[in-house]
Nanobody
Framework: QVQLVESGGGLVQAGGSLRLSCAAS????????MGWFRQAPGKQRESVAT???????NYADFVEGRFLVSRDNAKGTLYLQMNSLKPEDTAVYYC???????????????WGQGTQVTVSS
């Protein structure tokens, strides 16, 4: 089993930056792809970014070059650097991961409890 704990959320003004962190514990050697999802009030959960163990990244279109996802496999940590934040980025951000060998499609098995990001206009 793997446990994920996010940190780094908070309140920031539009145009500001935040860095989210996710600490994994347990069988971290078994973690495959990791990623961030978010869910805004009244909206469906959506993918923000993913990163494979090898460092290949994928971003949602709405990121528009503003966010950077990274990870440290040895430490079992995942990061999301968010710049030029907009009010529409306000959401609960969730760290997630699948297991090694899960295939090319990303269906997270493990989820954190989420961290709130609020961007004021």
């Amino acid at each position: 089993q793997v446990q994920l704990v996010e940190s780094g959320g908070g309140l920031v003004q539009a145009g500001g930056s935040l860095r989210l962190s996710c600490a994994a514990s347990g069988r971290i050697f078994n973690i495959g792809t990791m990623g961030w999802f978010r869910q805004a009030p009244g909206k469906q959960r959506e993918s923000v970014a993913t990163i494979t163990r090898g460092g290949n990244t994928n971003y949602a279109d709405f990121v528009e070059g503003r966010f950077l996802v990274s990870r440290d496999n040895a430490k079992g940590t995942l990061y999301l650097q968010m710049n030029s934040l907009k009010p529409e980025d306000t959401a609960v951000y969730y760290c997630n991961a699948d297991e090694r060998g899960s295939g090319s499609s990303y269906f997270p098995k493990y989820w954190g409890q989420g961290t709130q990001v609020t961007v004021s206009s």
